[in-house]
């Protein structure tokens, strides 16, 4: 995660005011806080040094040294753009559409990349590469990502299954083992049937990766290993389509690094499957 600025800018709206002051002080002042002791920026902001280093945890920096290393990173790479999300307008033409959702789309992904930790998602391949079974739920869009990574993962072999109904949620949770793994998807992180489905599997003592947008949420909190998508949608005009194309993104990472672990073995199964398929049509 280099792109502190990327981190500030999608972490914001998640804050309580004190940390959002400063977080917005920040965001506005980048250059200036490289050389700021934490006491002067709490003396600039009139906030305490804990409430700063609150916001910094709630951002997913360790510390305050972080943030500013991370952030002059974001200054380095030219990374201080604004925010490139258009929504749907109702007067727009086809071409219009065409390159906005493009564009939307490229954004989520770029996006998604700068608040990306290597290290959560090598914790989270080795975690599947482990498991007995896996689960990935999702309800509403995220169920479509659920599927997408069913799907995958049964092309090489990897037992997985995709629940997207609340009912076979709680009843699969209900058997699952200290071996097994669920990946929860969840955009906002708060869909109650995922919540109440996680309950159980964490009782079972049951390993979970969330996929959410960037922030603090209760699916995240409830997980062994966090990944994010980035939430740039503004509106539910627009329903969840970048931020869809987002975390797939983060699923055929997660399917590439698993499938490398055992390359030859998982190209052999990749081949079986596709000649299935071709045969099918001849």
Same mark, same amino acid.
């Not at 770029?110 to 290290?119: C, E, F, G, R, W």
């Not at 009912?167 to 200290?178: C, E, G, I, K, M």
């Not at 931020?243 to 073995?265: E, M, P, W």
């Given at each position: 995660?280099?792109?502190?600025?990327? +981190?500030?800018?999608?972490?914001?709206?998640?804050?309580?005011?004190?940390?959002?002051?400063?977080?917005?002080?920040?965001?506005?002042?980048?250059?200036?806080?490289?050389?700021?002791?934490?006491?002067?920026?709490?003396?600039?902001?009139?906030?305490?040094?804990?409430?700063?280093?609150?916001?910094?945890?709630?951002?997913?920096?360790?510390?305050? +040294?972080?943030?500013?290393?991370?952030?002059?990173?974001?200054?380095?790479? !030219?990374?201080?753009?604004?925010?490139?999300?258009?929504?749907?307008?109702?007067?727009?033409?086809?071409?219009?559409?065409?390159?906005?959702?493009?564009?939307?789309?490229?954004?989520?992904?770029?996006?998604?990349?700068?608040?990306?930790?290597?290290?959560?998602?090598?914790?989270?391949?080795?975690?599947?590469?482990?498991?007995?079974?896996?689960?990935?739920?999702?309800?509403?869009?995220?169920?479509?990502?659920?599927?997408?990574?069913?799907?995958?993962?049964?092309?090489?072999?990897?037992?997985?299954?995709?629940?997207?109904?609340?009912?076979?949620?709680?009843?699969?949770?209900?058997?699952?083992?200290?071996?097994?793994?669920?990946?929860?998807?969840?955009?906002?992180?708060?869909?109650?049937?995922?919540?109440?489905?996680?309950?159980?599997?964490?009782?079972?003592?049951?390993?979970?990766?969330?996929?959410? !947008?960037?922030?603090?949420?209760?699916?995240?909190?409830?997980?062994?290993?966090?990944?994010?998508?980035?939430?740039?949608?503004?509106?539910?005009?627009?329903?969840?389509?970048?931020? +869809?194309?987002?975390?797939?993104?983060?699923?055929?990472?997660?399917?590439?690094?698993?499938?490398?672990?055992?390359?030859?073995?998982?190209?052999?199964?990749?081949?079986?499957? +596709?000649?299935?398929?071709?045969?099918?049509?001849?």
């Amino acid at each position: 995660m280099q792109n502190g600025m990327e +981190r500030i800018r999608q972490g914001i709206k998640i804050l309580n005011p004190s940390e959002r002051k400063v977080a917005e002080f920040i965001f506005h002042n980048p250059q200036e806080i490289l050389e700021m002791p934490i006491a002067k920026l709490s003396k600039k902001t009139n906030t305490s040094e804990a409430t700063i280093i609150r916001m910094c945890r709630s951002l997913h920096f360790k510390g305050f +040294r972080e943030l500013k290393l991370s952030i002059s990173a974001s200054i380095n790479q !030219g990374n201080l753009e604004v925010n490139k999300y258009q929504d749907i307008s109702a007067d727009a033409t086809l071409s219009e559409i065409i390159e906005s959702i493009s564009n939307n789309n490229m954004h989520a992904i770029n996006s998604t990349l700068a608040i990306m930790d290597p290290k959560a998602m090598d914790e989270a391949v080795d975690l599947l590469n482990k498991a007995r079974r896996i689960i990935a739920i999702g309800v509403g869009a995220s169920a479509i990502v659920a599927l997408d990574f069913e799907q995958k993962l049964k092309r090489i072999n990897k037992w997985c299954e995709a629940l997207t109904d609340s009912h076979t949620q709680l009843t699969s949770a209900v058997h699952l083992q200290a071996n097994d793994l669920v990946l929860a998807v969840s955009y906002s992180g708060e869909t109650k049937e995922i919540i109440d489905t996680l309950k159980i599997v964490t009782a079972n003592h049951a390993k979970v990766i969330s996929l959410t !947008g960037y922030g603090t949420n209760t699916v995240q909190k409830m997980a062994d290993v966090n990944l994010f998508a980035s939430p740039i949608e503004k509106s539910i005009r627009s329903g969840a389509t970048a931020s +869809r194309i987002a975390q797939l993104n983060v699923i055929d990472i997660l399917f590439t690094g698993l499938a490398s672990i055992n390359y030859k073995q998982s190209v052999d199964y990749l081949d079986k499957t +596709r000649k299935a398929i071709q045969d099918r049509f001849k």
